[in-house]
């Protein structure tokens, strides 16, 4: 079963304008999914098979003889040097969308592109299912919010029926096991899956470098490095504070925040549905669901637009704010069903201290209600809006 994925669009239009384009992304995100059904009568070639990766590593030219009328290439980043082989053919044919590659090690792969083939390549990032895209165009629908921060949006949870522990259980077991290990030579596999979970527990707080590593048993730099570690493979990303000219001191440390709920709730030791409701960071997990949604509509639909948090010294603050441009958009996130007054309470702060002219947005697990002061959206509501850049 193929799910239709919204940035199945710009990858065939840049396939039309570029002669290589990369696609990266978290593992079982869905890349080479998507870039077979997109490309369905196109060569494919994993270089995660030993067999191919020799053959790659030993013999660049002759490997890539074989795929002469255009080909997929997976997990690219296993074989760096092709891509400076890749660059000669792309110099001298010239065919658009001859080369479409994957790779799910950002660092790697973005090094080994911007060197080998700047110029000649767009990069995609392809994250989990969003929202929209698993329960607006499928049959699939959740029983009830906890059931969507439960299972998560990795795509074979979905299409393979999966339970959303054991899938998790086993993704973390592989990306440790086979990302930290290989890739970012950690020695301490066990204390790095403890590290894992500390950040799991502190999503949507400050990002406090001193005190997980005192809380993990490790210095500082090292905290420091296994955070771009999750960062680069797509675990984790920093959600950086926002910056205006106004009078209050506002803070300059970023918050941390998965790309997946499912993930995060598993490392927070959530093993049943049952369980979401009883976390006692339940609303930093719903927090943490609308604001990777946003992130998932940005990178889809390559609205590029950038993402803050509101935080000034006093501690107001306004969960997400939006930049697209030309406009700052405030967002706040409550995980309430029932709408209640105080919910407007920071944007008020906020369009004061601003002097914004912007409507502010309130994200809540109730009803869509209009409202002349504020847009107030339940959270599948406002995906939908928000996935037509409508802002």
């Keep these: 079963m193929y ?9 065939k239009k840049y396939a ?15 890349k080479t999914t998507l870039c077979r059904h997109t490309f369905p009568n196109r060569k494919y070639v994993s270089l995660e098979d030993l067999d191919n990766r020799e053959y790659a590593n030993s013999d660049p030219r002759g490997f890539l003889s074989e795929y002469s009328n255009g080909v997929i290439i997976d997990e690219v ?31 790697e792969l973005t090094k080994s592109v911007s060197q080998s083939l700047a110029g000649r390549t767009i990069l995609l990032k392809l994250l989990p299912f969003s929202y929209t895209e698993i329960y607006g165009k499928t049959k699939f629908m959740p029983s009830s919010l906890d059931e969507v921060l439960y299972n998560g949006f990795y795509p074979r949870i979905y299409v393979d029926k999966l339970d959303a522990t054991e899938a998790l259980s086993s993704y973390i077991s592989t990306y440790i096991e086979r990302d930290v290990r290989q890739f970012y030579n950690i020695k301490d596999l066990t204390l790095f899956q403890r590290f894992l979970q500390l950040c799991a527990s502190r999503v949507g707080q400050l990002l406090n470098f001193s005190n997980i ?60 549905v049952e369980h979401i409701q009883s976390l006692p960071t339940r609303g930093n997990l719903f927090e943490n669901f609308v604001i990777s949604e946003f992130i998932k509509l940005d990178y889809h639909n390559s609205f590029k637009n950038n993402f803050f948090f509101y935080r000034d010294k006093s501690g107001i603050e306004v969960d997400l704010i939006i930049n697209d441009g030309q ?61 037509k850049g409508e802002y």
């Design 16 to 30: 039309t304008q570029y002669p290589v384009v990369t696609v990266t992304g978290p593992r079982q995100s869905g």
């Design 213 to 272: 590593a005192g809380d993990c048993g490790v210095s500082v730099p090292t905290i420091q490095n296994w955070i771009s570690v999750l960062e680069q493979s797509f675990i984790i990303y920093r959600l950086p504070p926002f910056f205006a000219n106004i009078k209050k001191r506002l803070v300059k440390t970023p918050k941390i925040y998965f790309y997946d709920t499912g993930l995060c709730a598993f490392l927070n030791g959530v093993k049943k």
């Design 327 to 387: 406009k700052n958009i405030p967002i706040e996130i409550k995980a309430g069903q029932t709408f209640a007054n105080d919910f407007t309470k920071n944007l008020d702060y906020y369009k004061k201290v601003t002097s914004s002219i912007v409507k502010g947005n309130i994200i809540y697990t109730g009803k869509t209600q209009k409202r002349t002061d504020y847009n107030i959206y339940n959270y599948f509501d406002s995906f939908k809006t928000f996935n």
């Design 77 to 107: 980043q296993r074989v760096p040097d092709l891509l400076s082989y890749i660059q000669g053919i792309v110099d001298e044919k010239n065919i658009k969308g001859e080369f479409i590659l994957t790779g799910s090690s950002q660092l």
């Design 3 to 11: 799910i239709d994925r919204d940035i199945g669009k710009l990858l």
